[in-house]
């Protein structure tokens, strides 16, 4: 039954587990090898289950561990073309990438990308479809919800969405003016109502699980994103626990998984 597993979720790591039975692949390598390799067994999950690596974009909490885990590893890496061009320059990667052009096939998997709005030079989401049945998207990152992020991640059945501020703690917060700028700009984060307002359309269309995730540590709490969430979504006439489940996906995974 496939899964889906948070192992590092914040504006400092970030990577996600998402497979069935003996295989699956990452989503990001935001964090060290031996971190990475640490939380998979923790969840019960060895290295050898990982057939690739998905890179959603460039920046260091998504790929700071890329270099070492491929190069102990060997395993093929897949983004975008313009970032894997950053990529080979940083000297993150140096073989067994692939262009991530319509979509690819690891064992029952079938992996797509979907453009997000985001300050780097490309950035995407992911959305995962199982031969057996089930789909799951992973969605970070993004400044705001287009129709293309619509488009990709709309009839999965479980869905981790970043809700990365609390528009008051962000206000009020220590953050320099030019970087809460950035960060409610629609190249930088979204929004815990935002978000909110999101998974209210995603239910609507049959999504059963929601993850939150990439949740900043100084200007959001587990706490405040999910009642911001929940209630906008109560206000679609969803109910938490009967229509849908939600969660927070932790900053460094203590064990836990989603199945969809």
Sequence with gaps: MPRIYP?????????????????GVLI????????IKNALELNGLDLSYVKAVFITHDHSDHIKGLKVFTKKT??????????????YDMGAIC????????FAEIGQMKIS???????????????????????CAVCTDLGFVSDEVRKG?????AVLIEANYDVQMLRTGPYP????????SDRGHLSNEDCGSFCGELIGSGTESIILGHLSRENNTPEAAEYTVETSIAGKGFQRNRDYILTCAPVETAGGFVTF
Excluded: W
Excluded at 96 to 101: A, F, I, P, Y
Excluded at 153 to 157: D, I, M, P, R
């Design 113 to 135: 990308c979907f453009q997000t709005s985001h300050d780097t030079i490309q950035s995407c989401g992911y959305r995962i479809d199982f031969a057996e049945g089930g789909s």
């Design 153 to 157: 991640v709309t009839g999965c059945k």
């Design 177 to 184: 003016s030019y970087l809460k700028a950035r960060i409610r």
């Design 95 to 102: 073989s067994h990438s692939e262009d991530m052009k319509d």
């Design 7 to 23: 192992l590092f979720s914040s504006s400092s790591a970030n990577c996600t587990y998402v497979g069935s039975g003996n295989e």
């Design 74 to 87: 060997g395993i093929p890496v897949y983004s975008q073309c313009d970032t894997l061009d950053v990529l």
């Design 28 to 35: 990001d390598c935001g964090a060290s090898f031996t971190k």
